[in-house]
């Protein structure tokens, strides 16, 4: 049977259609029930800006979010939509320029995410999605960092739409005196999180969601913020 140019054009379409789950290939973070009594790092005092930046001790970094990024990307069965937060702010505790004594605090303003399409945006926010009114911050906040043979594993609660779950994913982290750069990409299943809308009929909504990190916090100058 001879199949006509459009049958072909139609069978192409559809074989990239069903590759378009962001998650296939990538890393899955280990969710599990949170872990209790997670907290915040709390703030070291700081040196004067004239004293050279000690690698031992507790050192404090910020987010710097004109050089950070947080991004993701969501698919249904037609396309994939990337998407990223505009303002975030967060703290990196350090002690003795040592990852593994890492603490990292996260927190995520949810009416500034933006995707590809602007009426995709708009629903992102909906109580479909993300219900940014009802829940208008998404935090992070780690319980402990470990060294793998490829870089580090970062575990700790992550509270998204109301729902809180411990997470355990990959990360490149670089420390220097002045700078904290960590880099991580894993996918995350958004039902773990009670983000169950479907989609339409024809086009579903994949259930996994890629996460992209692109993170470099850094050491506050002298008595400043």
């Known amino acids: 049977m001879k199949l006509s140019g459009l049958a072909i054009l139609a069978l192409l379409v559809a074989s990239t259609a069903c590759d378009t789950d962001p998650g296939k290939g ?3 973070a280990v969710v599990a029930p949170a872990s209790p ?7 070291p005092a700081l040196a004067p800006a004239s004293a ?3 690698m031992t001790g507790p050192a404090l970094y910020r987010l710097d979010d004109q050089n950070s990024r947080i991004e993701f990307v969501g698919a249904k069965v037609t396309r994939k939509h990337p998407g990223s937060f ?8 350090i002690e003795d320029g ?4 890492g603490r990292v605090k996260v927190e995520i303003d949810m009416p ?4 590809d399409e602007p009426r995709l945006t708009g629903h992102l926010k909906t109580a479909d999605f993300f219900d ?3 829940f208008p911050r998404t935090t992070f906040v780690s319980s402990s960092v470990q060294a793998t043979s490829g870089g580090y594993s970062v575990t700790g609660n992550l509270v998204l739409h109301g729902v809180s779950k411990s ?3 990959p990360a490149a982290i670089k420390v220097t005196a002045d700078y904290v750069d960590v880099y991580s990409e894993f996918a995350i299943n958004r039902k773990d999180f009670g983000i169950v809308y479907p989609g339409a009929p024809d086009d579903l909504i994949k259930d996994d969601v890629l996460i992209k990190l692109l993170i470099r916090a850094k050491k506050p100058q002298g008595n400043g913020p």
């Open 26 to 28: 990538k890393t899955h």
């Open 37 to 43: 009594s997670v907290e915040a790092p709390a703030a």
């Open 52 to 54: 050279p930046a000690p």
């Open 86 to 93: 505009g303002g975030f702010r967060g703290t990196i505790l």
């Open 98 to 101: 040592d990852p593994t004594k």
């Open 112 to 115: 500034t995410l933006s995707v």
């Open 132 to 134: 940014i009114d009802k």
């Open 167 to 169: 997470i355990t994913f």
